[in-house]
Every structure is written in structure tokens, then in C-alpha cells.
């Protein structure tokens, strides 16, 4: 009997774990987000960013700095007919999410951000003080 | 806006994280970064095929589009940007030649296909044939 009971108790706390994980879940496919794929290139000028952001356009785009943070964000539009039925998805969230820790050396005031085709080329200088210099050798 | 497609989400990882292992849900996730290129999201209505392919950088008129019988093939290249960096602290996205080719069902009219690459997408619309389309069929008394 009071094994019983003990299964029972136990099933139903699976049982509402299982509804809980359920609406967790449902709850973070709403939210999902897609970390799109980038490379980072450094040059004597700074550094370069490329992100993959297919279907984002200028309009759905948004790039924030704080402090030393770029966060980069952009939902996907596919204008898709509103009777589609999907059949195959790879892709499964609209929302596109990065965030990037600069270095010092950058100088985050002056980000040069251009899109095209799905494709976001930042372009970070780096700060005056930091550029590479040649130093002079005096002969004595 | 999240389009009607996209707000559909059928992955099959949901859900493994509270009752399975976490880890294994992450990397599921996580794996998107080590992705086929391009990706593709495909989908019906009554009257046509809507085939959507991710392809980020690429030139459209670079793109190889071809519809035989029901087979739908992209091809392509992507190339690598910038070749004057010093130096590569990060490097996750695809670069080089890809074909993809597509079964499409078997109804489709391949003559009536239209492309348009727009933000890194190239979506093809191919029409279903027209006698399997649905249609309204009226009762006379």
C-alpha cells in the first residue's frame, strides 16, 4: 500500500515535470535564437567583423554598444505566403543574436557597419594610440 | 515580423534539456556554427512550391539555378573576403564551391519557376501543376 502510494506520488511528480519541461520549452522556441556564424579578421588598421546574417534586412537590423560590448541583432523576413505549409526547415528561428567583447586597443566610437547580401561587415578602428609605428632609429 | 515558417518550430532537441543532458541539447544548438551551406527551409501551398536557401555573400548572378524533372540544384561559390588581414582570430563561416539539389514532389510545372535573391536569400517559387491544384467543385441540383 504505501508502495503504492509512493509510485503514485511519483508518477504524478514525473508526470508535472515533464509538463513543466514541456511549456519550458515551448516557451524557449518562441525565444530562440540562431547564433549566426562570423569570422573576425584583424588588420594594421583594426579589426573586421563579418557576420552570415541571410534575411535580415537594413530596416531589421540592430547593433548596440555598451561599454565594451557589441551586441549585434537582426530578425529574419522571408516574406513567406501565409497559407505555406512547411515541409522541410533547416533554418528554425527567425532571430539572430551575437554579442562581441572588444578589445581596448579598438576604438568602439567609430564602428563602420555596412550590409549586403546578407552579409555585415564591420569595420573597428583601432585607436590612434594604439597604431602600429615605426620608431626611428637616430644615429648618435 | 517572424514569417509564418519560421514561427513553426519542430526541432527535435526541445525539450531534451530539462529531462535528458543539457550538454546535449547545447550542442545541438550550438551546432548551427558547423552548418551545411546553404541551409534551405522548403514548404507548400496549394498552388506552389516555396523553396528558401541561405545563401549570405554570394553575387546573384553567380548563382547556378537548374530545375530538371523534379530536381532543384543550386550551385556556386562563395569566396573568401579580404585577403590583405594579418591575421584570422575567428573563422566560422563557409567559404568555396556548394551545390545543393532538392527533391521537389513529384507535381511540379517546372516551366512556371521564378527566383529572387533578396538579403542573402534565394527564394524559388515553382508552380504545382495545374490539373493537381485544388479546385471547387460545384453541386448542381
Known amino acids: ?140 | 515580423m517572424i514569417s509564418n515558417m519560421l514561427r513553426f518550430s519542430p526541432s527535435f532537441f526541445e525539450g531534451f534539456d530539462e529531462v535528458l543532458a543539457p550538454e546535449f541539447a547545447r550542442i545541438a544548438r550550438e551546432s548551427s556554427r558547423v552548418r551545411a551551406y546553404p541551409q534551405v527551409n522548403m514548404g507548400v501551398t496549394d498552388k506552389s512550391v516555396e523553396v528558401y536557401l541561405f545563401t549570405p555573400g554570394i553575387d546573384a548572378s553567380e548563382l547556378e539555378v537548374s530545375l530538371e524533372k523534379n530536381l532543384l540544384s543550386v550551385a556556386g561559390e562563395r569566396k573568401e573576403d579580404d585577403l590583405d588581414k594579418d591575421a584570422i582570430h575567428r573563422r566560422e563561416r563557409f567559404a568555396g564551391k556548394f551545390k545543393r539539389t532538392i527533391a521537389l514532389p513529384e507535381d511540379v510545372d517546372p516551366d512556371k519557376t521564378e527566383a529572387i535573391y533578396r538579403d542573402g536569400v534565394l527564394h524559388i517559387s515553382i508552380a504545382k501543376k495545374a490539373e493537381i491544384q485544388p479546385r471547387q467543385i460545384e453541386v448542381k441540383v
Open chain 1, 1 to 140: 500500500m504505501t508502495t503504492n502510494t509512493g509510485t503514485e506520488t511519483a508518477i504524478k511528480q514525473a508526470t508535472s515535470d515533464m509538463s513543466k519541461a514541456q511549456e519550458n520549452s515551448n516557451a524557449r522556441a518562441q525565444s530562440l535564437q540562431l547564433t549566426p556564424a562570423a569570422d573576425i579578421h584583424e588588420t594594421n588598421d583594426g579589426a573586421v567583423i563579418y557576420i552570415d546574417l541571410p534575411g535580415v534586412s537594413k530596416e531589421s537590423l540592430d547593433i548596440n554598444m555598451d561599454s565594451d560590448v557589441l551586441t549585434v541583432k537582426g530578425g529574419v523576413n522571408l516574406n513567406t505566403p501565409d497559407n505555406l505549409n512547411p515541409t522541410y526547415m533547416d533554418v528554425h528561428a527567425g532571430f539572430y543574436s551575437r554579442k562581441f567583447t572588444l578589445s581596448p586597443e579598438l576604438d568602439s566610437s567609430k564602428i563602420d557597419a555596412k550590409l549586403k547580401n546578407g552579409v555585415l561587415k564591420l569595420i573597428i578602428p583601432r585607436s590612434e594610440k594604439h597604431k602600429p609605428r615605426k620608431i626611428e632609429v637616430k644615429v648618435a
